[in-house]
C-alpha cells in the first residue's frame, strides 16, 4: 500500500509561473512532511518541512500548505525558474520513532525559459 | 564540513554475487539509514542502524544486511544479488535518530 501518494508525475511551467505539486497520505499518525528536491546524479536534499500543527511554511519561494483534515499537503514554487528543474519527493514520517521515510512517486519538474 | 560520502559511485555486478556499499555520515551524525530508489520511484526505507545496532527494517528481505561502526560509518551488504536489485543506494544520516536527513549521491548498483 502506497503510504503517500504524489501528482502530478511531471509538470512543465513557463519562467514565472507558479508550481504546484501534491501529495496525499494515509496514515494520520504521521507528524513530520519533509519535501526534497533531488537533480540527476545526486542525491535528494531537504527542501522545506512542515508539522501537522502547522496549515502552511513559507521559505524564500517555495510554501507547503498543509490541510490536516483532507490528508493532504501541497508544494507551491513561487516565480520558478529554470534551475527548479529537478525531481521533487514529497515525504511523511513519524518524528518519534525514527528516520523511516515514506516517500511519493516523484514530480519531474521543468520549467521553460 | 564533508556531508554524507559513499562509495563506490558506480558499480556491476552479475546475478548471484554480492555487493557492499559503504557510507560516511555528516560529520557529526551518529544515525545512518539505507533507502534504495529504482529508476522513476521514491526512495525506499531499507534499514537504520544508531549505536551499532539495527533500528528499524523496512519490507527487504534478509539479503540485504547492514553493520554500523564505532566511527557512525555503515556497511549495506546484499546477497545473492537479483536483477531487481538494480538501483541507487542512497545512504542518510541524521542525529539521534528522529528528525531532518541529509541524503548522500548514491550508489548506481546494476546487477545484470
Known amino acids: 500500500q502506497q503510504q503517500v501518494k504524489q501528482s502530478p508525475q511531471s509538470l512543465i511551467v513557463q519562467k514565472g509561473g507558479i508550481s504546484i505539486i501534491n501529495c496525499a497520505y494515509e496514515?494520520?499518525?504521521?507528524?513530520?512532511f519533509p519535501w526534497y528536491q533531488q537533480f540527476p546524479g545526486k542525491g535528494p536534499a531537504l527542501l522545506i518541512a512542515i508539522r501537522p500543527d502547522v496549515s502552511e511554511k513559507k521559505e524564500g519561494r517555495f510554501t507547503i500548505s498543509f490541510n490536516k483534515s483532507a490528508k493532504q499537503f501541497s508544494l507551491h514554487i513561487m516565480d520558478s525558474q529554470p534551475g527548479d528543474s529537478a525531481t521533487y519527493f514529497c515525504a511523511a514520517s513519524f518524528l518519534n520513532t525514527g528516520n523511516q521515510f515514506y516517500f511519493g512517486t516523484g514530480t519531474s519538474l521543468t520549467v521553460i525559459p | 564540513d564533508a556531508g554524507v560520502t559513499q562509495s563506490p559511485t558506480h558499480l556491476i555486478k552479475t546475478r548471484g554475487q554480492q555487493v557492499t556499499l559503504r557510507c560516511s555520515p555528516k560529520s557529526g551524525h551518529d544515525t545512518v539509514s539505507w533507502y534504495q530508489q529504482a529508476l522513476g520511484q521514491g526512495p525506499q526505507f531499507i534499514f537504520q542502524?544508531?549505536?551499532?545496532?539495527?533500528?528499524q527494517r523496512g519490507n527487504f528481505p534478509d539479503r540485504f544486511s547492514g553493520h554500523q561502526f564505532p566511527n557512525y560509518s555503515s556497511e549495506l551488504n546484499v546477497n545473492a544479488l537479483l536483477l531487481g536489485d538494480s538501483a541507487l543506494y542512497l545512504c542518510?544520516?541524521?542525529?539521534?535518530?528522529?528528525?531532518?536527513?541529509?541524503f548522500g549521491e548514491g550508489s548506481r548498483l546494476t546487477v545484470l
Open positions: 542518510a544520516s541524521g542525529v539521534g535518530g528522529p528528525g531532518e536527513l541529509f
Open positions: 542502524y544508531y549505536e551499532e545496532e539495527e533500528r
Open positions: 496514515n494520520t499518525a504521521f507528524d513530520y
